[in-house]
């Protein structure tokens, strides 16, 4: 194994891992720990059932986060489908360094990550460095708005 099939490697067991720790974080949010609590269910709190799986939509539905916004300020939702009750999500920000990439590049570990759990999958998209974006900080607030926007 070259070197670079090496960086590769280790470059895709840190998505993953981030990855497993954001579906963590995610399950801790909403109460399911795997363990048994002796409440019945599925472990995660006293006759509590959480719906896992689900299909993820095909097509995302494309929101602007920001009144007036551009392209680059929008998010898409993915939305689960083939379960129930209301689903949490698992959120997606591209990397490139604030200088590349587009919300459209999300990796596939993240759509099995969203349908295993049965999470809605929503890709956050943001003006990049250069492309009207003011500079540090600005950026940073920029993705706070989403944020917000996700979480009223």
């Known amino acids: 194994m070259n070197i670079r099939e090496k960086k590769n490697e280790w470059r895709d067991n840190i998505r993953a891992l981030v990855m497993f720790l954001i579906l963590c974080a995610a399950a801790a949010a909403i109460g399911c720990d795997g363990g048994t609590d002796g409440g019945g269910g599925n472990g995660s709190g006293p006759g509590i059932d959480i719906e896992t ?7 995302p539905e494309t929101f602007f986060y920001v009144e007036g916004g551009t392209e680059r300020q929008t998010l898409d939702l993915y939305r689960i489908n083939g379960v129930s009750t209301p689903r949490p999500a698992l959120v997606w ?6 200088v590349i990439n ?3 590049n999300i990796e596939g ?3 099995d990550i969203a349908e295993a759990g049965g999470f809605q999958l929503i890709s956050v998209g943001y003006r990049l460095v250069g492309q009207g974006a003011e500079d ?3 950026i940073i607030r920029e993705v706070k708005s989403a ?3 996700i979480k009223p």
């Not at 920000?93 to 604030?98: A, I, K, T, V």
């Open 53 to 59: 799986g689900g299909t993820l939509a095909p097509e």
């Open 93 to 98: 920000f591209h990397g490139g360094g604030w």
């Open 102 to 104: 587009s919300k459209e």
């Open 109 to 111: 570990i993240a759509f």
């Open 136 to 138: 540090w900080p600005g």
């Open 147 to 149: 944020v917000r926007w």
